[in-house]
Nanobody, 131 residues
Framework: QVQLVESGGGSVQAGGSLRLSCAASGYTYSRSCMGWFRQAPGKEREGVAT???????TYADSVKGRFTISRDNAKESLYLQMNSLKPEDTGMYYC?????????????????????????WGKGTLVTISS
C-alpha cells in the first residue's frame, strides 16, 4: 500500500533552517506530482510547494526565496529545505502525492484535503519556530 512518511521537523529559532524529508513507497513515485502542505494551529491546511514529475516547481508567495522543494526519484524521496524561518512558518507539515504527473493543487491559500486533488497524505511532521 501507499506510504508517505515525513521526518525532519523540530523546534528552531527564527532565522534558522530545517530540512524536511518524505519517504514514499507503494506507487510509481517518479511519475507523480508531489507536494508539501502545512497546517498552523487553528488554521486550515495550505499548500506550501509542489513539484511535478518533470521537476517543475510552484511555491506559495509566503515562502518564495526561502523554501526549496526537491525530489530524488531514485530514492523515492521528497525534500523541503526551509531557510530564514519565521514564527508564522510554525505548523504541521504534510507530504502528499497526486498520481497524476502534473500538480493541480493550488498553493498559498487554504484548501481542504478533499479539494486538494492529492491522492495520498503522510501523517505530518511538526515544525515550531520561536521568535
Amino acid at each position: 500500500q501507499v506510504q508517505l512518511v515525513e521526518s525532519g521537523g523540530g523546534s528552531v529559532q527564527a532565522g534558522g533552517s530545517l530540512r524536511l524529508s518524505c519517504a514514499a513507497s507503494g506507487y510509481t513515485y517518479s511519475r507523480s506530482c508531489m507536494g508539501w502542505f502545512r497546517q498552523a494551529p487553528g488554521k486550515e491546511r495550505e499548500g506550501v510547494a509542489t513539484i511535478d514529475s518533470d521537476g517543475t516547481t510552484t511555491y506559495a508567495d509566503s515562502v518564495k526565496g526561502r523554501f526549496t522543494i526537491s525530489r530524488d526519484n531514485a530514492k523515492e524521496s521528497l525534500y523541503l529545505q526551509m531557510n530564514s524561518l519565521k514564527p508564522e512558518d510554525t505548523g504541521m507539515y504534510y507530504c502528499a502525492a497526486d498520481l497524476r504527473s502534473r500538480c493541480y493543487a493550488p498553493v498559498g491559500w487554504p484548501i481542504s484535503v478533499d479539494d486538494s486533488g492529492m491522492d495520498f497524505w503522510g501523517k505530518g511532521t511538526l515544525v515550531t519556530i520561536s521568535s
